[in-house]
């Protein structure tokens, strides 16, 4: 055989075997592409309106579930999930994140649907893709939830303050009254999106639990140090008087808090001197009652059906130290970069301004349809002065609305007991002595709303009885309330869902209080009081005084018998069910007669009626 001959041969045979691999290549292929297909179409066919196998959603596995039977089980894991929390730590630090803190909601019908929708997606070969790969691998999907950005973020803020070092700026502050350089220092700050994220993906994938965050360092944009003339700035800016005004009130600045001010910043990217505006802003809160203004809800009247405004009230206006720092801050830039040299720097304050809730517009808003409940005492035989000051108080708590859930105290809403709000003395004895005190028959009107109180049905959360028996309050013995500037207090919760409104008239010598709102259907009832432990009064107590002449006798206290007293106030729901119960218990000490007698131009042999007994504690003197 010639040589061409055998390589013809040779050749040949090459290809033959060359096509023989490709046929097997191409049939393998073909053969594994079929498979695959079968395989997806038994899958498809198996997994007909059903989770593709190998498919979880935040570790729960719902393969073959349909899309309910996977929305019942992701909601069983979200409800477990939602009571637990997240806790992010930093240093010796900790703070735990509820679910409810950040309004997170968990929606476990959409994240069904996204396991649901794994392999069957609109286009065609990301479906194809997500298919073929749940055959083979485990897929994890995540809970689709929403949550307030807001709240987190602040959380995340509050305790990045917390744990964070800032870093320092170099540049300049007042030591002992002099401009020196200082150096700026690094600092380790938590990153807060990495804090925020971690909190989301812990809840996404339902692992709560304590997620550990780092502190990065992190560099002061201003490493080096002041020049000469940062230095003088500094020192230009000492002699500086810082005023100011808001409302036609100023406060001025004292040097030793503009030290504390002194600092320095960028402008333009050159470092010049300057405030700090955190610290002006802590000066300014402690100067902010110059300029506060304390205004007053309108007052309400309710006449023929209907609610008028009696007194529209008043704005109450109060500094916004954090504007206002803003602005002396940017004074003081002003002032460095133009070179000044005004001896004054007047910066105009911005007011917080909180107008009354209550207008014409707002009345019908209120619920104040009718009146739920009145209560009513006699002052009779009450001084001049007495009855004065029951005016008065009267007076100062009628129109008074009370908002729904809000407590109401009786001592706030009367201000200051002194002649600046119109209340005479009346006097009272103090161990030996004879004192006149301002708001003598408060009480009358504290008694009076007590008992409105519970005819309104109202939940009373303070009360004191009086020291011993008034004859006042009585009958019935032991439904008195007792109030003195400081302590005691009258208090009642309005709980009946809308505003009330509280307002008093005098008639003769009795007080009402009537109180109006919307009725529910309670009803309110206290039982008959239950005296008991009577003790007869001590006694009678002579105190001999100069402010009457000699010869005179004028009783100030009559006798009293000690006794307790309780009884039992009920207020019952439209269907019957008890609201409310309170027993209240009183302790009343036996009081004896007390006489002031006069020994002024009493002669060398003068006589008195009884006797001046040795000074023994008095109660705190009832008015």
């Known amino acids: 055989m010639s040589k061409d001959e055998h390589k013809k041969q040779t050749d040949g045979g090459g290809k033959t075997r060359f096509l023989s691999r490709r046929k097997v290549m191409i049939i393998s292929s073909v053969g594994a592409v079929v498979a695959i297909v079968a395989a997806l179409v038994l899958v498809v066919l198996f997994y007909d309106h059903k989770v593709l196998p190998n498919i979880y959603a935040a570790g729960v596995h719902l393969s073959a579930k349909s899309l309910d039977e996977a929305d019942d089980l992701l909601q069983t894991k979200a409800d477990a999930i939602s009571q637990q929390s997240v806790t992010l730590s930093a240093k010796d630090q900790k703070v735990e994140i509820h679910p409810s803190d950040i309004t997170l909601v968990i929606d476990t019908k959409s994240t069904a649907g996204n396991a649901y929708a794994y392999g069957r997606r609109t286009d065609f070969w990301t479906s194809l893709k997500e298919a073929v790969g749940s055959l083979t691998s485990k897929n994890n999907l995540a809970f689709i939830i929403s949550y307030d950005d807001t709240q987190l973020t602040k959380i995340v803020d509050d305790f990045a303050a917390k744990v964070d070092q800032p870093e320092i700026n170099a540049g300049v502050k007042i030591d002992n009254g002099v401009a020196v350089e200082t150096e700026g220092v690094s600092g380790k700050r938590i990153d807060k999106n990495v804090a925020k994220a971690a909190v989301i993906n812990a809840w996404q994938n339902a692992v709560a639990g304590e997620v550990g965050l780092s502190l990065n360092t992190v560099e002061p944009v201003i490493k080096t140090g002041a020049t000469k003339e940062v230095l003088a700035q500094a020192e230009t800016l000492r002699k500086v008087k810082f005023v100011v005004t808001a409302d036609s009130r100023s406060v001025t600045a004292k040097q030793a808090d503009v030290d504390k001010w002194i600092s320095s910043d960028l402008y333009q990217g050159k470092l010049i001197a300057a405030v700090d505006v955190n610290a002006v802003k802590l000066w300014l809160d402690t100067v902010s009652d110059v300029f506060k203004q304390q205004g007053n809800e309108a007052r309400v009247g309710f006449s023929g059906g209907a609610l008028t405004i009696i007194n529209p009230g008043s704005d109450t206006r109060a500094l916004d130290s954090q504007k206002t720092a803003a602005a002396l801050h940017k004074a003081v830039e002003d002032y460095v970069v133009n070179g000044k040299s005004d001896k004054t720097v007047t910066v105009a304050g911005t007011m917080l301004v909180n107008q009354p809730q209550v207008t014409n517009d707002t009345l019908s808003t209120l619920g104040i349809k ?173 105190v001999r005084t100069d402010t009457l002449p000699y010869g005179t006798t004028k009783q100030t206290d009559k006798a009293h018998n000690g006794s307790d007293a309780t009884f039992t106030y009920t207020v019952l729901n439209a269907d019957g069910t008890t609201r409310n119960k309170q027993t209240f218990n009183s302790h009343y000490v036996p009081w004896k007669a007390r006489y002031l007698v006069g020994t002024a131009g009493a002669p060398a042999e003068a006589t008195y009626p009884g006797s001046t007994p040795s000074p023994s504690p008095s109660p705190t003197p009832t008015p």
Do not use: W
């Not at 009628?398 to 200051?416: D, H």
């Not at 161990?431 to 504290?446: H, N």
């Open 370 to 542: 009718e009146l739920i409940g009145t209560g009513t005492t006699s002052f009779t035989g009450s001084p001049e002065n007495r009855k004065h000051n029951i005016a008065i108080g009267a007076s100062a708590l009628s129109g008074i609305l009370v908002k729904p859930g809000e407590e109401f105290s009786t001592l706030k809403n009367l201000g200051k007991i002194d002649n600046t709000n119109g209340y005479l003395p009346e006097l009272v004895i103090k161990v030996d002595k004879t004192v006149p005190e301002f708001g003598g028959g408060l009480c009358q009107v504290s008694t009076t709303l007590f008992r409105a109180t519970m005819n309104s049905g109202l939940k009373v959360t303070a009360r004191q009885n009086h020291s011993y028996r008034v004859a006042y309050y009585e009958p019935p013995v032991g439904m008195d309330a007792t109030i003195y500037e400081g302590n005691p207090d009258y208090r009642f919760v309005n709980d009946t869902g809308h505003y009330i409104l509280i307002q008093s008239h005098i008639e003769g010598v009795k007080i009402t209080f009537d109180i109006y709102g919307t009725k529910d259907g309670r009803t309110a009832n206290s039982t008959n009081p239950v005296v008991y432990n009577v003790v007869p009064p001590p006694d009678p107590e002579y």
